[in-house]
């Protein structure tokens, strides 16, 4: 995997890889025995508190919050159940409209309450109720699926260099000690895919009691949205399909894939206009030194804040020309 490729992946990606390791020990520690319990006959929603971000998120201070519980596999009648977390926000109009919106983030695995602002912002509960719910794993669920040990892995590869052998290395020991430590602590990694994703939105629309809904599905969620269309058809009024990730392909090579396009794309810009091409006449040249220079030397926030300073004393942050 390209160096590049491997700094990419966070803790929740990293998840996506977990099962692709052989079998490890399982035995249920007494935390996950507070999380999980016996599947009840049917998936409900449990009223809770709203989540409490870092950074306060206004609309969670008037939404609807709970856990929906489900089993962890369906495959698996009378195991273990987890709970995902829901936010309902209001509509902002007076009368709304009767089907809510429910929205499937990206990722796989991203903080869903993250996009509520920019939901909001974007005007998706301005007649209708906007619904949304953390994909199994997630931050606020029970289970979290978080991986601390690729967070360690992050902080300790900057400055390992491009394609390190040393920094791929720390990395597998990374995703392979986190997918331990989740196996021996009874969760199975087997049932965190996009068939359960997607069943356990059908389970939300039910246990909330709505008889239609409406469906949008960002990057991952378009995948996901398409996966849920096709199992689940029922109770749907409309579908939007945004960022598209086709179900046939694989996402995290594809995303490194897009991102070198999107560079290369950036340099075929630049050198075409005149402006741009005076101030930088050997943009990828001088972005792979950079490149070499913060591999070599890397920068911490306050290393950054002295150097941004710098730059400006010396005067080289001054502003382009013909701009």
Request: aromatic content about 6%.
């Amino acid at each position: 995997m390209p160096m590049h490729c491997i700094h990419a992946v966070t803790a929740a990606t990293a998840l996506a890889c977990l099962a692709a390791f052989g079998p490890t020990p399982s035995s249920a520690s007494s935390a996950t025995a507070q999380v999980a319990g016996p599947s009840p006959t049917a998936p409900r929603f449990v009223p809770g508190a709203c989540p409490k971000p870092p950074e306060p998120i206004e609309a969670l201070s008037k939404a609807r919050c709970g856990f929906l519980e489900v089993p962890e596999n369906r495959s698996r009648p009378g195991g273990r159940t987890i709970k995902l977390a829901v936010a309902v926000i209001p509509a902002a109009a007076e009368k709304p409209a009767a089907e809510p919106v429910v929205f499937m983030a990206g990722g796989p695995g991203a903080d869903t309450s993250d996009d509520i602002p920019f939901l909001v912002d974007s005007g998706l509960n301005k007649d209708r109720e906007l619904i949304i719910m953390a994909q199994r794993g997630n931050l606020y669920d029970q289970p979290n699926l978080a991986c601390p040990e690729v967070d360690r892995f992050n902080a300790q590869a900057v400055g390992l260099g491009y394609d390190a052998q040393q920094a791929e290395q720390l990395m597998l020991k990374a995703v392979k000690d986190c997918r331990r430590r989740l196996t021996a602590d009874g969760v199975d990694l087997s049932a965190y895919n996009s068939t359960e994703n997607a069943a356990d939105f059908a389970d939300l629309r039910k246990a909330l009691d709505i008889p239609r809904w409406n469906v949008y599905g960002y990057s991952y969620g378009s995948n996901l949205a398409l996966t849920y269309l096709r199992l689940h058809p029922e109770g749907i009024r409309a579908a939007a399909i945004d960022s598209i990730a086709p179900p046939q392909v694989v996402t995290l090579p594809w995303t490194c894939g897009s991102t070198a396009e999107g560079i290369h794309n950036i340099f075929e810009a630049c050198a075409a206009q005149p402006a741009c091409k005076d101030r930088y006449p050997d943009l990828p040249r001088m972005l792979t030194e950079q490149v070499r220079k913060l591999e070599a030397h890397p920068l911490t926030p306050p290393d950054a804040e002295r150097h941004a300073a710098e730059r400006r004393k010396a005067g080289q942050d001054r502003p382009r020309r013909g701009a």
